[in-house]
């Protein structure tokens, strides 16, 4: 990434470029970045391709002013930290489910990233509801954080499970991979009908004060804790929100499609 995309993708966080890659710039940037570029799963649902390309996602992302799932946000923040003088790896993930079993492989990003400074640690700015500041990856008591309890524990074979408030998130394969090797995950949940990203709408973004979530038709604005959420009657209020709350232009309202059926059923 050249220094004029770098300086672009600064202003579009409104963040300063740090003077060196240490462990409090990295706070900023991921803090900025999760108050600035929205967990959303629109082009699933308007059509779009989803390509993981460094120019295709920095265009969307930078350029487009628009955000993306975790395999964007992640791709995207990861060229960005490198551009920056850190050393990034990105990581595979398998996110646990209501059965409490690990999803399919590559079926989430996250980021090792390591300081100046000395630290070494778990940067995720696509998860939806995760922590606000990188954690700490040697550290294997609780981390405190705005987004809330965070602990990271060794797992089988090498891997490293990350809690939230005590339930298991995801597990961590330590490799590193190539942007390329998400493709796979990638494809599935924009395709698969066991995907929930083809079965819902989200367009999400952390707040000074909360979070404020656009579902469909259902904006829900948390502020300390308390959720206020409307319901918008017409096209043109949810075309708005989606400007007003996430920066995000859009031509047309995103629909979730029909789920096909089989066999005539």
């Known amino acids: 990434m050249d220094t004029a995309r770098t300086a672009a993708y600064l202003r579009r966080i409104g963040v300063e470029r740090p003077a060196a890659p240490t462990a409090q710039a990295l706070r900023t940037l991921h803090l900025a970045h999760l108050r600035s570029v929205p967990f959303e799963n629109l082009?699933?649902?308007?059509?779009?391709?989803?390509?993981?390309?460094?120019?295709?996602?920095?265009?969307?992302?930078?350029?487009?002013?628009?955000?993306?799932?975790?395999?964007?946000?992640?791709?995207?923040?990861?060229?960005?930290?490198?551009a920056l003088g850190f050393e990034v790896t990105l990581l595979q993930a398998r996110v646990y489910g209501d059965g409490g079993q690990p999803g399919i492989p590559y079926d989430h990003m996250a980021l090792r990233v390591?300081?100046?400074?000395?630290?070494?640690?778990?940067?995720?700015v696509g998860f939806g509801t995760h922590s606000h500041l990188p954690l700490d990856l040697a550290g294997r008591g609780e981390q405190p954080d705005p987004?809330?309890?965070?602990?990271?524990?060794?797992?089988?074979?090498?891997?490293?499970?990350?809690?939230?408030?005590?339930?298991?998130?995801?597990?961590?394969?330590?490799?590193?991979?190539?942007?390329?090797?998400?493709?796979?995950?990638?494809?599935?949940?924009?395709?698969?009908?066991?995907?929930?990203?083809?079965?819902?709408?989200?367009?999400?973004?952390?707040?000074?004060?909360?979070?404020?979530?656009?579902?469909?038709?259902?904006?829900?604005?948390?502020?300390?804790?308390?959720?206020?959420?409307?319901?918008?009657?017409?096209?043109?209020?949810?075309?708005?929100?989606?400007?007003r709350h996430f920066g995000v232009v859009l031509d047309r309202v995103p629909r979730v499609a029909e789920p096909v059926r089989i066999g005539g059923r």
């Open 147 to 243: 987004g809330g309890t965070f602990r990271i524990a060794p797992a089988p074979g090498g891997d490293l499970d990350v809690f939230k408030d005590g339930e298991p998130h995801y597990v961590v394969d330590q490799r590193p991979r190539a942007l390329a090797d998400f493709g796979v995950g990638a494809w599935y949940h924009r395709t698969s009908p066991k995907s929930h990203f083809t079965r819902s709408l989200v367009c999400s973004l952390v707040t000074p004060t909360g979070r404020v979530t656009l579902s469909g038709t259902k904006l829900t604005v948390t502020t300390g804790g308390e959720r206020q959420i409307t319901e918008l009657a017409t096209d043109a209020e949810v075309l708005a929100a989606y400007e």
């Open 114 to 124: 390591r300081t100046d400074d000395g630290g070494d640690w778990l940067a995720d």
């Open 43 to 82: 082009s699933i649902h308007l059509g779009e391709e989803v390509d993981l390309t460094e120019k295709d996602l920095l265009a969307k992302v930078v350029d487009g002013h628009r955000g993306g799932f975790c395999y964007e946000l992640n791709g995207a923040f990861a060229a960005l930290l490198a």
